[in-house]
Every structure is written in C-alpha cells, then in structure tokens.
C-alpha cells in the first residue's frame, strides 16, 4: 500500500493519516482518537507501517506520531515509523 499526502495543518494531516492508513469508520478525528488508532492498527495485516511527513507538520501532529512510533516499537506485531523529511 503506497499513499503519498502532503499537508502540515492539523486537521488535513489528520485525516490524510487516516486515509493512508485505512482507519476504520469509528476514527474521531481528534488527536486523542489518533494516538489510539496508530497504536492499534489491529485491522492491518502484521509488518511496519511508515509515514513519510513534513518537518513542518503541525506540532501537536507531530508529537502525536512520535509518541505512538515509540509505544509501537515496544510491542506488538504491528509498528509505525515515521520519518521527517523536507518538502
């Protein structure tokens, strides 16, 4: 699955991740619902999951993401990784 997105306000990088990463119907579109999702992802099959963002990423986004690649990391057959990257 390759889904390239560019956006670095809040609430489309929200639901750009959302998109890229199938979440399910129920997502909240909040950070809190975000944080839950990229830490589950329990409806993608097992492996790594990589997103490719902006540096300039919103702030609260971007704090978000690493949070969850880090829990990730630490259990679980499914992990997120997140790279950073210029435009």
């Known amino acids: 699955m390759k889904r390239h997105i560019l956006v670095s306000e809040k609430s489309a990088a929200i639901s750009a991740i959302a998109e890229a990463l199938d979440f399910p119907s129920w997502f909240g579109q909040n950070l ?25 990423l919103d702030s609260s986004v971007s704090g978000v993401l690493r949070d969850a690649a880090k829990r990730t990391a630490e259990s679980g057959d499914r992990k997120l990784r997140v790279i950073r990257t210029e435009r």
């Open 32 to 56: 809190d619902a975000l944080y839950d999702s990229l830490t589950d992802l329990s409806w993608l099959p097992a492996g790594e999951y990589v997103l490719v963002v902006p540096v300039d």
